[in-house]
Structures are given as C-alpha cells and as structure tokens.
C-alpha cells in the first residue's frame, strides 16, 4: 500500500529539548515537503526536498531543520523547541512538485511544547 | 501560482450531489487545478486534478470552464463521510511550484 508515514502521532516536549519527527515514504518519490497547520493559518510549508541532498526553506523554515540522506526518509528536526513551534506537522510527498501529480500526505504528528 | 476563492462552508443533504465551487480567474495556461480534502485534522488527501478538460475519477468530477477561470468539485452522492474542508489549489509546472493551501470550503454533509 502506497503511503507516508511519520512517527510520533503525538508528542509532547520541554522548551529546548531537541527532537525529531521522522516521516517515510515506500512510492520513490522524488519531492518531499513538510507542512504545519495551525489555526486561522491553514497549512505552511516548512521546508522541501527535490530528491536525496537537496533541501530547501519553504515559508516558515526558521527554528526546523531536514535531512535528505536516503530517497525515502525527510526528517523533521527542531534542534531547540520553543511553545511558538507548537501545531500540527505534516509530511508529503510526490514524484514531483510540478502540476499533473499527487501528493501524499501522512496521517500527521500533533506536538506540544511546554 | 495563482490564488484561489472558495465560499467558507457550504451545506449538503446526504445522498445529494454536492458541487463545490471555486475562483482562479488569474490561472496560468500550464496551471493545473488541484483538489484536495482534510477530514477532521488527518492528512490532506488527494481527490482529482486537471488542466483544461472535465475529469472524472472514483471520488468525483471536476467541471473547469472553458475559459478556465472557475472550476466545481462535484461529490455526486454525498454521504456523512464526505464532510471535511475541501481546498482548490492551483499549481503551475515549474521547478518552484507547491501547493498552497487556502482556507478552503467546510463541506457539512447532513441526514
């Protein structure tokens, strides 16, 4: 079955405690994105990846970082955390970014900082 | 990419047709039409897109006008399970492209 996953589903953390939010795709896909919603904002992209070793800031990169070492796996990183980064986080993924493909998205990690 | 306008919410009795409309007057011509739907807070999913022509699939058809600047997503019976916020996104074909999400229509599919 064709599908995006990221773990954790939940997860609450500390201010300044790192973290990781692992996303994982078994379609080969080439582009990779990360988004978070948050109320009254809809959907913003954090950051993208066209393929292995290439990332890119999306709309609101400041305080993420990503890895792009293997095809399949986009990792989220939040090397410091802070209350503002609390939201929902989703994965995405498609064989690419240009029109005429679907993308994919996880099921989503709600996270919490306190 | 260009913007797009949806009503905030709409209404729609079970078993009915539910046609979900949507503006992008300032449309590119390699700018396709997206369609996507977030039930409650899980993933987006995917329903259908197109470029020029009428598309239909398992989930819905999607009705682009000629001159391409308004489009309907059609649920053609609508059932409880159907009720989620539906966005229309336009996306061009160049390398810088994403989709980007909008408010989006909130579709309340009731008995």
């Known amino acids: 079955e064709a599908q995006v996953t990221q773990n954790p589903r939940y997860l609450i953390t500390v201010t300044g405690k790192k973290l990781t939010v692992t996303c994982s795709q078994n379609?080969?896909?080439?582009?990779m994105s990360w988004y978070r919603q948050d109320p009254g904002l809809g959907l913003r992209q954090i950051y993208y990846?066209?393929?292995?070793?290439?990332?890119d800031k999306g709309d609101v990169p400041e305080g993420y970082k990503v890895s792009r070492k293997e095809k399949r796996n986009f990792p989220l990183i939040l090397e410091s955390p802070s209350p503002n980064q609390t939201s929902l986080y989703f994965c995405?993924?498609?064989?690419?970014?240009?029109?005429?493909?679907?993308?994919?998205f996880g099921q989503g990690t709600r996270l919490t900082v306190v | 990419d260009a913007k797009t306008t949806q009503p905030p919410s709409m209404d729609c009795a079970e078993g009915r047709a539910a046609n979900l409309p949507c503006n992008h007057s300032?449309?590119?011509?390699?700018?396709?039409v997206y369609w996507y739907r977030q039930i409650h807070s899980q993933g987006p999913q995917y329903i259908i897109h197109?470029?020029?022509n009428n598309e239909t699939n398992e989930m819905a058809s999607l009705i682009i006008t000629e001159d391409r600047k308004s489009s309907t997503l059609i649920l053609p019976h609508a059932t409880l399970r159907d009720t989620a916020v539906y966005y229309c996104i336009v996306m061009g074909t160049g390398t810088a492209s994403k989709l980007t999400f909008g408010t989006g229509t909130r579709l309340q599919v009731t008995l």
């Open positions: 379609m080969n896909h080439e582009y």
């Open positions: 197109g470029l020029k």
């Open positions: 995405a993924s498609s064989k690419a970014p240009r029109g005429g493909t679907e993308a994919f």
């Open positions: 990846s066209m393929n292995v070793e290439v990332t």
């Open positions: 300032t449309i590119s011509g390699n700018e396709y």
